[in-house]
Every structure is written in C-alpha cells, then in structure tokens.
Nanobody
C-alpha cells in the first residue's frame, strides 16, 4: 500500500515558478514509477510527467516539455515537479500517482493517487 500527499501549490503570476512535492509512505514506494497529472475545471485528468522508480528515465507531455522537470529522491520517499515559465493554461489541480510500470500516461492505469494540490497561474 502506498499513500501519497501533494504540497507546494499556490497562486503565481504567468512566467513564474512553483515546485510541487509528492510525499509517499509505504516501504514499496521506491519500486513504483510516479506520474503527475492535472485536471482543470470541466476537463478530464491530463498526463503531465512520469519518472521511473530508479529516476533514470523521465517522460513528459508535449505541453510541458522544456518547462517542467520531474525528479525523485527515494531516500526521502518524495517526487518533485519543478514548474517554470508557468502559463495561465497550467492552472489546474495537480495530482501525483504511482504505478508499477513506465511510462504510463493513462490515468486509469495508476494504482495510487494523492488528494491533489491547486495551482493557479494569473495572467
């Protein structure tokens, strides 16, 4: 069993940066790949980025490539999403999730989810 808790969301102006954290509990977390998703009001959950359990490989949605960076520290059981050059269209609730394979972009395939953290980018 893996429990995930996101933090770091907030309000930022366009062009600004935020770093999200996903803290995990559960001794098997380091064996899972982790993904970040986001969901804007009235829209479906959208894949953002994923990182392999060993952190040797990452995968990004085209919409965030070059602006967002996913990383993990298995010693701290934490995955990060560094978001730079934020745009108003990045506004959403951001979720982290864990899955046993990599890369996985379908939300329905993930096994564990956090509660989400709100990111709002003002223009």
């Amino acid at each position: 069993q893996v429990q995930l808790v996101e933090s770091g969301g907030g309000l930022v102006q366009a062009g600004g940066s935020l770093r999200l954290s996903c803290a995990a509990s559960g001794r098997t977390f380091s064996t899972y790949a982790t993904g970040w998703f986001r969901q804007a009001p009235g829209k479906e959950k959208e894949f953002v980025a994923a990182i392999k359990w060993s952190a040797e490989r990452t995968y990004y949605a085209d919409s965030v490539k070059g602006r967002f960076t996913i990383s993990r520290d298995n010693a701290k059981n934490t995955v990060y999403l560094q978001m730079n050059s934020l745009k108003p269209e990045d506004t959403a609730v951001y979720y982290c999730a864990a899955v046993g394979a990599f890369p996985v972009v379908g939300a329905g395939e993930y096994d564990y989810w956090g509660q989400g953290t709100q990111v709002t980018v003002s223009s």
